[in-house]
């Protein structure tokens, strides 16, 4: 989708879309984090990118069965612990422990909550190809949602469309609305009609993506008023802040030296070895574990993501112990699947022949820990040679049909910007998009009853063509949403 | 209002509230302004400022009265050259030529809309206060709006009241509507039923209060989609970029090259001699004056709203001249005028006695230009030995009763703000409140017809008590709203 060049100045788009942007809470803390009060426009596209309404629409359907898969992964201790003890991955070990220690207690938790996103590349034939589901702290869901109302400004503001055009091809995005919903159910779950109860939030000590999850907080107060809300890094819930009740509950002393009962843990840390870096988060994050509080996610639930999960069920038998053969949906799950090879001398040697046809991905999250092309041959050679303790898998590389688009990075306009000199856009840029689609389950713990599972809205991350990350922070990613053809 | 400090953390209310504001839009350009990606919250309040409720309907119920006595101000020749041209203010001489010129001419503008704002102190007697009526770039009239939602929000949040309990204290406050409502009822007026005439902000070339006034014109794209609006500086309007029709339209010339007809010119610059630092201003000025384009302000109720008519009107044979003296409320808009002398050696003799109780004001808009206390005497030394040639006047000082709030400052919090160490509240600040009402007008130019005068919502700019300035970008003003009791 193109500007009219002819009819707009670039720099009044850029500051309008920017600005907008910013009022609409598209931002992020300013990196370095030495100033905590500025913030800065994340990186969007100008329009939505166009996609398939039918390959949108075919992830969308897809979410429930993958939602029950991960609840189905996570009830398998055997499964469990056959794929990921024999991973040489310190971080995976340490979360295993922990899971061991809590089902071996036998768990406090009466339900779990699990907030899912599932993301994909949509190959050169029009494939929807799952690159991996995240089962913790998936990001972004309150900012897709404001970056869809920022499509709609601009759909209607420099393309000239109708709200009736727009309304056919942006398709509705409740993430926000129905992650804080799951969350604000959940306690209700865990309180029932007793008000007493409050949410903590586990955040990192220093989080640029702030405002992603405090407009959940937001709607969720707006939406119930009673529910009191706390955000807690590992440091602050140190040293006897949290602690454990007789009867298992997580009681979290505030500042006026009360205890407060904690119905739902929502994770928006604790996804990788880096959050950790804190001396006693292990010992926080098992005794949080142990709670009745439930958990979004439980250790169990996000074991269940651990990316190795994605090579097994790959294969065909594998994923029919877990996907319902019945589901109408089972065989296009399946076709989601990519290759993948465990790391191996063969492996080596398909790699060589032709590098770009792979990535060699990590189990850690967070982005930023992928490689490609000749680099892969090099990474492996430092893993079979057993001086790499990160578990790694080698994946197909999924090769994507570029989209021209005009893009708003995080740099600024010049500072001479007020000025009516034409001033033209910036040449188009050749990008790639992941798909992400989220899923909200609520389940027993024991009995394992699913009380619900859900959609919960989606998003759209950009990247230019050759950039290898899509992640905002991590890597190169860009905002954006897909403009349903 | 206090904040329970045993129940929250500070530092968790501060971030909350600040990052709040930033996604409402409450916030400006870092200055300077090298990086015009990075925005920053402006200082608010946390809670409302309590104000009698009897008093503020007194404002609001003033408020057509003041409109309709600029607009005759501005129509009377005679008493606005008598008034002006004896000033000693370049400035207004400057402006005065070009409504001499353009009156001489005859006026092409069919109409011209006013959007004021009318400044009050409230005194220790709880008695309204003119400060000053501002005809020209009345700001704030769209970040009042959302303070008014941030607080809500935290009456809410941090004093558990209710929505009655808010609806009962809170005046709704429709600012931004109403004045995005009146610059397109006034563009209708203009264009009728083509729709091809556009609106051209004139804006400065570097402007820190930028979100203020893009909220006007998402309102107005959000209300009517099919008008444009151009923002454009003096610089930009130079070399030919704006120019006379034949029947004096005003043609801007756009980016590809096609002239627009520009139905109404909102000014968000001009009102003071720092507007015209670009060689070409004046003569733009008297070109956009000169056109058949509604201007809000025409040049003649810009010159209304010169400070000096303070002086003039409170004196009550001056005042019954313009307004009605069957009005409800004339009455009680005479009070509100404070005690006003002209520059004088008996003035001089006045101060030295007890220069506490006055304010020497410059006839300059933007703020920063008042002068307190002992620093009169010199001043007032300067402007009687007439090295000085800006206009200036005395007025008795307003004693205020002191206010207990707490503030959030544009400052960061410390950068280890991330800890669960019990953090206080920063000592309650005493302050001082200026409620400002916002005003709308239309009026035919020739026949004088008013098509509307109506109010506008409102504004209040807290300082801390001792400050002189409540300028939020000049000085040390905080935005707040009232609190109705």
Known sequence: MELDKLRYNWIDVEDDIR???????????????????????????????????STFQLAINLQPSINEMIHKISINHQFLEQSL???????????????????????????????????????????????????????????????TQLHRYTLKHYQGLSDDQINGHIATNDSLDRVAQSLIDAHRIYSGTDQHSAILFVVQEQEAN???????????????????????SFRDLDHGIISLGPNQQLLLTTIDKTQVEISV??????????CFGYENSWKLRLLLEQSRAIKCPSIQLQLAGVKQFQ????????????????????DKLFNTYTKFWNISQSARDLVIKNPSEFVLKSNQEGGGNNVFGEQIIDKLDRILSNNENDAYFLMQFIRQKAIKSLLIFKQPPPSSATTSVACQPPPYN??????????????????????WNQNAGHLLRSKLSGEKEAGVFSGAGILDTPFLI
Chains 1, 2 share one sequence.
């Open 311 to 330: 090579t097994l069920l790959s294969d065909r038998a594998i994923f029919d112990r877990f996907c319902c053969s019945s589901s109408p949906h089972s």
């Open 265 to 274: 843990v929502y994770f928006r840390a604790a996804y990788s070895s880096s």
């Open 19 to 53: 600005l907008y942007a910013s009022s609409l809470g598209i931002c992020s803390r300013r990196i370095p984090m030495d100033d905590r009060r500025s913030m800065c426009c994340l990186p969007v596209t100008v329009f939505p990118s166009p996609m398939e309404r």
């Open 210 to 232: 702030v405002m992603d999850q405090k407009m959940i907080e937001w709607k969720m107060k707006s939406l119930s008023p009673d529910i009191r809300i706390y955000r807690r």
């Open 430 to 451: 050749q990008i790639d998009s992941e798909l992400g689609i989220y899923g909200s389950v609520l389940v027993e713990t024991n009995g394992h009853h699913i009380v």
């Open 85 to 147: 003890l024999k991973l040489p991955d310190e971080f995976v070990a340490k979360l295993f422990h922990i899971y061991q220690t809590v089902s071996k207690q036998g768990y406090a938790a009466s339900h779990q909550l699990g907030i899912f996103r599932s993301d994909y590349m949509i190959d050169q034939h029009s494939n929807l190809k799952q690159v991996e589901v995240n089962t913790i702290s998936t990001g972004f869901c309150a900012l897709t949602q404001q970056v």
